[in-house]
């Protein structure tokens, strides 16, 4: 299987530090998945984040013949210090291994309706928010799994990841709200708080865990705010996505369903929440 790695937006003339990136990182680790072949090419879409990891297989619009996996960097990752470079491409390398093992049923199930989808960024104003939101909640499960994995398989670079997942909950905490319809604010806010949820259970230093234990008091109260229609349907989710799921290690058994039923219901909420 091939690895690209590359900018987002396009950003050809970038090729070349995108792989002295890879370069640096592969040479520092011993890599999660394995890969037979490297390019280094610009991805043209925008992505959210600093990096973005796929496995492009049959049925996904990239596909051509092979199936290759890619990581994607966001202009913001040249912003990212010390370890954080590090830390970032060993969590987007520990999703590709996740991919290609005992998370690929459910990476396929997330294909399937990207797919189904039309890719959200061929849809405009709230149905753009709303497609947005359904991946974003739904991949929460991908995201808690890479970080208990990288726990589990780089234990000497948990507490580091663990300040660094606390430094990004700061960093969304004090960054301005987008203004959305109730009910898809509701849906921004539960990813917050799953996000918390996860940190909650990597923190290891007092400091962060007092932090992330106001930031979760922060989101709570924004969440009391919502009718109770929609804080109805936001804890009929947050049961089903929760790192804290007693059951979150047979995560790749139950995991494609929720996936669906994630996104079939946020999808399905009227256009005009
Ligand atoms: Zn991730």
Known sequence: MELWVGFSAGRMEWNQQAEAIWRKFESSVVLPFTYSTFRAKAYAGPISGKAAAVLIGPGHPDFRRHEYARIVLDRQFLDLRDDQPFLTLLHESLHLASFQTYLATLHQAKRELVVHHDQCEELQGAELSKCQLAFLLADQLFEADAEFSLVTRYPDWAGARARFFVE????????????????????????????????????????????????????????????????????YLRVRLSPSRPDFTSLKDWGPDVYRETVGRIMSTPGSV
């Open 168 to 235: 990004m909950r700061r960093q969304s905490a004090a960054a301005p709200e987008p203004t959305l319809p109730p009910l898809l604010r509701g849906y921004a806010l539960l990813a917050e708080m799953l996000r918390l949820e996860l940190a909650a259970l990597l923190v290891r230093e007092d400091g962060d865990r007092d932090d992330v234990a106001t930031l979760r008091r922060t989101i709570e109260t924004a969440m009391l705010s919502l009718d109770p229609a929609t804080r109805q349907q936001l804890d």
